[in-house]
């Protein structure tokens, strides 16, 4: 699937079971792996990046098995150096498996090559490498120097003493050098240069090294002293936490789309740093609750969400989620203190400076900050992600806006959290549309009408739309087979639809494009494929909050395949013919009752045959037969059904 279509959404509520975190999974397979003693890990993350880690364990002769149920997995640690001393290890774009490997096999004495996806290749690893060869690690880069691949081969490792390394670039590599660090056996220094980033994922670190028997002495953030003789040792079992940092998505739903949104798996005891997104949330209005085990986000209790100036160094993977935000809050928003961003998946100041100003909003970006300034509504986009699973991920919460969001290339969410989009729309209140196809002169029209203006809704005659096409292209003179210059007029139609009437070019059409002509050439364009699909967004347009009643023939099956609601409303021929006869006369139009029955005929025919969205009832439809109906009951049927799909 190249890209996902999500509807706009009125609101969200509900409660999400977390996936496991990302970083404490990785972290604790390798740690369990270096340990003496099996360990049994529980909610271990299914995705993409610990499969990457879960490979290169398996190829450097770590036993490990996958129990049930999902999720639980026993790691034989082999109680010191990885055994086998030959490899090739691809780790795909999973940092958090690349960094602490490196480190890892620079000190095993073996002959091995690192390497990634092209984006891991253009990730910096150069302060890391720096700091191991000062332990006397032999590493070398196959490409370009301070870049992945990396190629290792044994050598003297020099035991004891200081080890430096830059801290201002990615916190990882300081996270590798404490991992890896047991390994020497004797005590080690580790000194920070720079400005530390990131801090909460290095006590991350520093917290799981301790559960496995590593306590590490610390001065500030400056110098992390690893004792000697230091070993890891399995805890027996260990607990994965949800992940804090997909837990923003949920709650930041929750406070733009009323919410309760509640997520399971963090809370207010997690080592997980980015659960101080909460904070942020609740610091711009947002109403926060945490427990021990779950967090629970709302909307402000009166007003919006406020604009905001951050410093977002300490969590910045949940302060992406704050950017998308920002198209919620009531001025411009800044995002502080962000570099890291550069060199993450995706340069992601680039990345979401493009996607934020795709959907209205005018950003400015400078090397360590963006500065958003929301919209008056949010646009309707088609967004990139970038092989960023976080870019799709926050980019549904622009859907909240009320408008449709197409994600392109969603199946990158599989690098951490491959749920993501049905666990979205589990707590997501979508736009209700209520759908009703049916054939010519059924009476749906009215039907539709009368009901949308009983619940307030917008209403779409789809109908109209192709009747339009039509009558525009009899007015330039278009052929009616003329499939490109038909769907260009469709792309472009310049109408309005207000207070019942249609306006083409501010020209009142209403009454033209019900003439019979306009009838019969309508069911002509609707037959090419390209005039319906030149359509299809104008259409979805029209799902705005509170909701849309939509008639056509191919609401439910294309349009709204969501829709919650999809009613297909028919008549016998005979019945629809004298209706449309009553009407014709009412307006003092000459008809002919033979005749009108022999051209619904046609047009059924027709609009059933085609090969593209024919008219047909969809297996989710509720059958409305308004045969021995008025129009009144028709009304009261769907207003009942709509009650009961709510
Ligand atoms: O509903 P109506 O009679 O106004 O529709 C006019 C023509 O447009 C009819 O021949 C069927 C076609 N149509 C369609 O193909 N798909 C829709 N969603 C609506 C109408």
Redo the contacts with the bound molecule.
């Keep these: 699937m190249d890209h996902l279509d999500l509807p706009p959404l009125s609101g969200a509520a509900g409660t999400v079971k977390l996936p496991g975190s990302k970083s404490i999974s990785n972290r604790v397979l390798l740690m369990a792996a270096l340990a003496e003693g099996v360990t049994e890990i529980h909610d271990l993350l299914a995705s993409d990046d610990v499969d990457r880690m879960l490979e290169a364990l398996d190829a450097l002769g770590v036993r490990w098995e996958a129990l049930d149920p999902p999720g639980r997995y026993r790691v034989h640690g082999v109680g010191g150096g990885l055994p086998v001393k030959h490899g090739d290890i691809f780790l795909g774009n999973a940092g958090t498996a690349f960094r602490p490997l490196t480190a890892v096999l620079a000190l095993s004495g073996g002959h091995y090559r690192l390497a990634g996806v092209a984006r891991m290749h253009e990730r910096p690893i150069g302060d890391l490498v720096d700091g191991l060869r000062q332990l006397g690690a032999n590493i070398r880069y196959q490409a370009a120097e301070g870049f992945p691949p990396l190629v290792i081969e044994p050598a003297e490792i020099r035991r004891g003493g200081v080890v430096r390394v830059r801290g201002d670039v990615s916190s990882q590599f300081l996270t590798a050098l404490l991992m890896a660090m047991p390994l020497t056996g004797v005590e080690t220094r580790i000194e920070v240069v720079g400005e530390l980033i990131s801090k909460p994922y290095v006590e991350i670190t520093l917290a799981l090294m301790a559960r496995f028997g590593v306590v590490v002495a610390r001065e500030g953030w400056q110098a992390f002293v690893v004792p000697g003789g230091a070993t890891y040792r399995s805890p027996g079992a260990m607990y994965v936490e949800g992940d804090a940092s997909s837990a923003s998505y949920f709650l930041a739903a929750g406070a733009i789309g009323g919410g309760p949104v509640r997520v399971e798996g963090v809370g207010r005891d997690s080592i997980q740093g980015d659960v101080r997104f909460a904070e942020a949330l609740a610091s711009i209005g947002a109403q926060i609750e945490i427990a021990d085990n779950w967090i629970e986000a709302r909307a402000p209790a009166s007003g919006g969400l406020r604009a905001f100036d951050l410093d977002l160094n300490h969590i910045p993977d949940a302060a992406m989620t704050l950017a998308v935000l920002a198209l919620f809050a009531d001025g411009a928003c800044r995002l502080r203190n962000i570099a890291s961003w550069r060199v993450k998946e995706t340069d992601r100041i680039a990345a979401m400076a493009t996607e934020l100003r795709k959907l209205g909003a005018v950003v400015d970006e400078s090397e360590d900050q963006l500065v958003v300034i929301p919209p008056e509504s949010i646009r309707r986009g088609e967004i990139d992600t970038y092989d960023d699973h976080r870019m799709a991920m926050c980019f549904s919460l622009a859907t909240l806006g009320g408008t449709e969001i197409r994600i392109n290339d969603p199946k990158c969410v599989n690098k951490t959290f491959p749920a993501y989009f049905a666990t979205f729309a589990a707590v997501a209140q979508p736009v209700p549309v209520i759908a009703i196809d049916g054939p ?1 002169a059924s009476g749906k ?1 009215t039907v539709a009408a009368r009901v949308a203006e009983r619940l307030g809704y917008q209403h779409l ?4 739309l ?2 339009l096409v039509a009558l525009a292209a009899s007015r330039v003179g278009a052929s009616l087979d003329d499939s490109r210059a038909l769907a260009g007029l469709a792309r472009r139609l310049p109408v309005r639809f207000e207070g019942g009437r249609v306006l083409l070019d501010e020209d009142d059409v209403s009454d033209a494009i019900r003439s019979e002509a306009c ?1 019969q050439g ?2 002509r364009v ?1 037959a090419l494929p390209a005039v319906r699909e030149a359509l299809v967004l104008r259409q979805r347009a029209f799902r705005r909050a509170p909701g849309l009643v939509a008639e ?4 439910a099956s294309t349009i709204f395949p969501d829709a919650g609601l999809k009613i297909y409303l028919t008549a016998s021929a005979e019945i629809r013919a004298e209706r449309r006869y009553k009407q014709l006369l009412e307006k003092g139009m000459a008809a002919n009752m033979a005749g009108l029955i022999r051209d619904l005929r046609e ?1 059924d025919a027709r ?1 059933a045959a085609r090969s593209v ?1 024919p008219l047909r009832q969809q297996d989710d439809a509720l059958l409305l037969d308004t045969s021995g109906m008025t129009i009144d009951q028709a009304v009261e049927f769907v207003l009942d059904a709509a009650g009961k799909a709510s």
């Excluded at 005659?461 to 109209?464: E, I, M, P, W």
């Excluded at 056509?552 to 609401?555: N, S």
């Design positions: 010519s029209g005659d789809s109908g109209a192709y009747r009838s309508a069911s609707a056509g023939r191919d609401m047009r609009d969205a």
